[in-house]
T-cell receptor
Framework: GENVGLHLPTLSVQEGDNSIINCAYS??????FIWYKQESGKGPQFIIDIRSNMDKRQGQRVTVLLNKTVKHLSLQIAATQPGDSAVYFCAETSNAGGTSYGKLTFGQGTILTVHP | DAGVTQSPTHLIKTRGQQVTLRCSPISGHKSVSWYQQVLGQGPQFIFQYYEKEERGRGNFPDRFSARQFPNYSSELNVNALLLGDSALYLCASSSAGGDSPLHFGNGTRLTVT
């Protein structure tokens, strides 16, 4: 079936650096994308979302970029801090079948490690 | 405000037993979704309920069932447990208006021995 792909990469950065986490998706019907952060022993925590009618969206220290042409999503974290260390997942969804975006398809995640 | 709450936090069961996991959504949220997360992987969709009706079902066997109550809380039931059912079970809620993301609880860690 369709899936969102992260190949379980790891990313190590120094505190203060900018981090970029990438994600490829394959379902052309997806119209809503979300980034989650998951710390050990906790559930996924919402970071930022973007709809398919946008290319870029900014939050506090985070920016999400969407390239629909190549089905690519990225999360940029500015001035990365040790507290940003976690597994990051992208997820995609659509309002197919009346699920009203309640069915997310997740990638496998990227492990971000921030060194002080 | 309280987030999504799940109980219990940890559970150990034996193969063949049955388990019930519980979830209370964020106040005002009418949609509840359940996910299974195996160690080292992303969450996999199991069910979505909205206004007590099943709105979606993932690729899980009939041993998995769920329901939603009038107060929008939900239960996930798994019968005839297998070792492979060991996972973190996550509940998420949303306003189901199509304009808000899913918010997850911290899950129930189920271990089947």
């Amino acid at each position: 079936g369709e899936n969102v792909g992260l190949h379980l990469p790891t990313l190590s950065v120094q505190e203060g650096d900018n981090s970029i986490i990438n994600c490829a998706y394959s379902n052309s019907a997806s119209d809503y994308f979300i980034w989650y952060k998951q710390e050990s022993g906790k559930g996924p925590q919402f970071i930022i979302d973007i709809r398919s009618n946008m290319d870029k969206r900014q939050g506090q220290r985070v920016t999400v970029l969407l390239n629909k042409t190549v089905k690519h999503l990225s999360l940029q974290i500015a001035a990365t801090q040790p507290g940003d260390s976690a597994v990051y997942f992208c997820a995609e969804t659509s309002n197919a079948g009346g699920t009203s975006y309640g069915k997310l398809t997740f990638g496998q995640g990227t492990i971000l490690t921030v060194h002080p | 405000d309280a987030g999504v709450t799940q109980s219990p936090t940890h559970l150990i069961k034996t193969r063949g037993q049955q388990v019930t996991l519980r979830c209370s959504p964020i106040s005002g949220h009418k949609s509840v979704s359940w996910y299974q997360q195996v160690l080292g992987q992303g969450p996999q969709f199991i069910f979505q309920y909205y206004e007590k009706e099943e709105r979606g079902r993932g690729n899980f066997p009939d041993r998995f069932s769920a329901r939603q109550f009038p107060n929008y809380s939900s239960e996930l039931n798994v019968n005839a447990l297998l070792l492979g059912d060991s996972a973190l079970y996550l509940c998420a809620s949303s306003s189901a208006g199509g304009d808000s993301p899913l918010h997850f609880g911290n899950g129930t860690r189920l271990t089947v021995t």
